[in-house]
């Protein structure tokens, strides 16, 4: 099946790092995603890994990816109040056409 | 320098009444897509058209007609609407399977 997962709420102090995780079904993903999106926004694009890569570093985020276990995880260091907003995991399959699937989303709430 | 355009950004109507979407995009991407993104957050693809083709259509009422009249532009009709139907619509659009950039939504409001 289609399935993307991942925990609802992370709450954490500015400062420290952010660790969101995410599980998903089905193994034939070609691409994986972390989406952020503030109140009232769109979606932003803030990293993705190819599904034959084991781990991506851009700045502070750090993407993991676990293919036997099917997990992926998204760590933010030194986390700021304005990494506050969902973070949406999603997963690319090639179904014949390209569809997206994405999972309920994270509220990171970074207290000052 | 918008990629991804979508309008109206707001749009309040009554039940039963018919309003269309428009998205464009500026990226040079095949791939277009609508999602709805409800009160709850969930994001749900609703289609996706590849160089003016529909791919993708997941179970969404026959209210609801997407239409591609050029590889850049991809608007979606929906007729008799819904108190359901109230959500943020967005509009994204990719190369191929490489990852999708969004539009800012449509938030729909139905009365």
């Known amino acids: 099946g289609e399935d993307v997962e991942q925990s609802l709420f992370l709450s954490v102090r500015e400062g420290d790092s952010s660790v969101i995780n995410c599980t998903y079904t089905?193994?034939?993903?070609?691409?994986l995603y972390w989406y952020k999106q503030e109140p009232g926004a769109g979606l932003q694009l803030l990293t993705y890994?190819?599904?034959?890569?084991d781990m991506k570093q851009d700045q502070r985020l750090t993407v993991l990816l676990n293919k036997k276990d099917k997990h992926l995880s998204l760590r933010i260091a030194d986390t700021q109040t304005g990494d506050s907003a969902i973070y949406f995991c999603?997963?690319?399959?090639?179904?014949?056409?390209?569809?997206?699937?994405f999972g309920a989303g994270t509220r990171l709430f970074v207290k000052a | 320098d918008t990629a991804v355009s979508q309008t109206p950004k707001y749009l309040v109507t009554q039940m039963g009444n018919d309003k269309s979407i428009k998205c464009e995009q500026n990226?040079?991407?095949?791939?277009m897509y609508w999602y709805k993104q409800d009160s709850k957050k969930f994001l749900k693809i609703m289609f996706s058209?590849?160089?003016?083709?529909?791919?993708i259509n997941e179970t969404v009422p026959n209210r609801f007609s997407p239409k591609s009249p050029d590889k850049a532009h991809l608007n979606l009709h929906i007729n008799s609407l819904e108190l359901g139907d109230s959500a943020v619509y967005f509009c994204?659009?990719?190369?191929?399977?490489?990852?999708?950039?969004f539009g800012d939504g449509t938030r729909l409001s139905i009365l």
């Open positions: 058209y590849n160089n003016k083709e529909l791919i």
């Open positions: 890994i190819f599904s034959n890569m």
């Open positions: 999603a997963e690319t399959l090639n179904t014949g056409g390209f569809k997206t699937i």
């Open positions: 994204a659009s990719s190369h191929g399977g490489q990852p999708q950039h």
């Open positions: 089905d193994s034939s993903s070609t691409y």
């Open positions: 990226l040079g991407h095949d791939t």
